[in-house]
């Protein structure tokens, strides 16, 4: 014990963290002056912080500096009651405490602002620790004492948000995060049962074995059509609960999840509106079944989105989606590279072939003939004839594998570095 105290005490000048005592000031207004009771602006001066009102606490060799009377705004925590006293080092003239620096980085912040962030590089299950170890709880945060300046009646605790955007976070995180909750596990594993439905019933529709058990007067079409309604009643509610407990409407709309789950229910809302039209305009059924017929031929093919919905549910594949966007420079690359071999050889093919060979009649044939082969999927559907046209068909495969290849190994290594980049972050 005395070679840690040492070595802390040693290390003590250089392991230093100055945090201000902000906190001596509350029920501030937006420009850092004092409010009334009554909310409105105050003339008092706060109180200037002495040595005396110092507190030096040093985590695992890092010192933080901050005042007594912040922590004591929390009587029922551990840095705000007498049992801090156990933790004295008299050799170090400060409190140790050998605990995770990030989480408590954030336990601090939380005695000066009223407010708890956890960082982002911590787990859920550490940060919960360190917080039951400091004894933040719900009940010791809602509790303020009167050591700051000036009435503190109406002080707001750290659930000064409201009742609604406490309850609001919890719901959003109950539905973003599985792990939350053996609840919120349960909730994203019917929706993955219920997005299984849904893909079932869209394949199922086209195969002409049971197709027409989806038609109307077929006996399983009612209880064909009350499973798609359950399934659709279900993204409904989901998509209603994330877009009220959404941080900010324009977030909301910015995430494309959302709009994928929009799109993935809005079929089926239109193919009703459709039906009750046709059913008001029996008048004129031909022309309106033209345009019925249309509107359902669309409907159902973004019905096809459902299948995004997956993502939400994998961390990885949203993780994979990130390094896509990261690594957009050398995809555009690969793009490029692609596009100006596709046109060059397309066009040289289409000359040389289109007086012999009728699977060359334009350049864009030639083009989809370049493009099969660079790539080296070959389907065989156009193949060159003529012995010129062999030989420039050897130069482009030749050609498409060499230089396809160096702009995938750049693509490679940059998909692999921001991928470790971004699996640390979790």
């Known amino acids: 014990m005395a070679q840690l105290v040492s070595v802390l005490a040693s290390n003590a000048n250089i392991l230093t963290q100055v945090v201000l005592p902000s906190c001596n000031l509350r029920n501030n207004g937006d420009d850092g002056s004092n409010l009334n009771a009554n909310g409105g602006k105050s003339n008092a001066v706060p109180i ?7 507190c030096y606490i040093n985590v695992s060799g890092k010192q933080y500096i901050t005042t007594h009377s912040c922590l004591q705004q929390y009587p029922l925590t551990l840095l705000g009651s007498q049992e801090k006293e156990l933790f004295w080092i008299p050799e170090l003239k400060s409190y140790y405490f050998n605990r995770n620096r990030d989480c408590f980085e954030s336990i601090l912040t939380f005695y000066q602002t009223g407010r708890e962030f956890r960082p982002l590089s911590v787990d859920d299950e550490i940060y919960e620790a360190e917080r039951k170890f400091f004894k933040i709880e719900m009940k010791a945060r809602a509790q303020e004492t009167s050591v700051s300046v000036g009435d503190t009646s109406d002080a707001v605790p750290i659930c000064c948000d409201g009742d609604w955007k406490t309850t609001r976070k919890r719901v959003h995180r109950f539905l973003m995060d599985p792990r939350c909750s053996r609840w919120a596990t349960a909730w994203h594993i019917l929706d993955i049962v219920f997005i299984c439905i ?12 049971v197709k027409d058990a989806f038609q ?8 064909l059509f ?22 900010g409407l324009l977030n909301f709309w910015k995430n494309l999840f959302n709009i994928l789950d929009i799109l993935s229910i809005l079929p089926f ?16 059924p031909t022309e309106h079944e033209h345009k019925s017929y249309v509107v359902l ?29 990261h690594a957009k420079k050398e995809l555009c690359l690969l793009v490029l590279l692609l596009f100006i071999f596709s046109v060059s050889f397309g066009s040289l093919m ?18 989809w003939w370049a493009i099969v082969t660079i790539t080296t999927i070959g389907y065989g559907d156009i193949a060159p004839q003529t012995w010129l046209g062999k030989v420039v068909g050897s130069l482009v495969l ?29």
């Not at 849904?198 to 074995?209: A, F, H």
């Not at 109307?216 to 209880?223: D, I, L, R, S, T």
Request: glycine share 4%.
């Open 48 to 54: 200037p912080t002495t040595s005396a009102d110092l």
């Open 198 to 209: 849904s893909i079932t019933l869209l394949v199922m529709e086209t195969d002409s074995n």
């Open 216 to 223: 109307e007067g077929h006996a399983a079409y009612n209880y």
């Open 226 to 247: 009350g499973l798609n309604v359950l399934v659709i009643a279900f993204f409904t509610t989901d998509l209603l609960i994330r877009f009220v407990t959404w941080p």
């Open 269 to 284: 809302y239109v193919s009703l509106l459709a039906e009750a039209f046709e059913d008001e305009n029996a008048d004129n």
């Open 297 to 325: 031929r669309v409907c159902r093919i973004f019905r096809i989105v459902r299948v995004f919905k997956f993502i939400r549910h994998s961390q990885d594949l949203i993780m994979i989606i990130k390094v896509v966007g």
């Open 350 to 367: 289409y000359y040389i072939e289109h007086q012999k060979n009728n699977q060359f009649s334009t350049i864009m044939q030639g083009c």
């Open 398 to 426: 030749t050609m498409g594998i060499v230089f396809l290849a160096l702009p995938m190994t750049i693509i490679v290594g940059k998909f692999s570095t921001v991928y470790e980049k971004e699996k640390g972050k979790e």
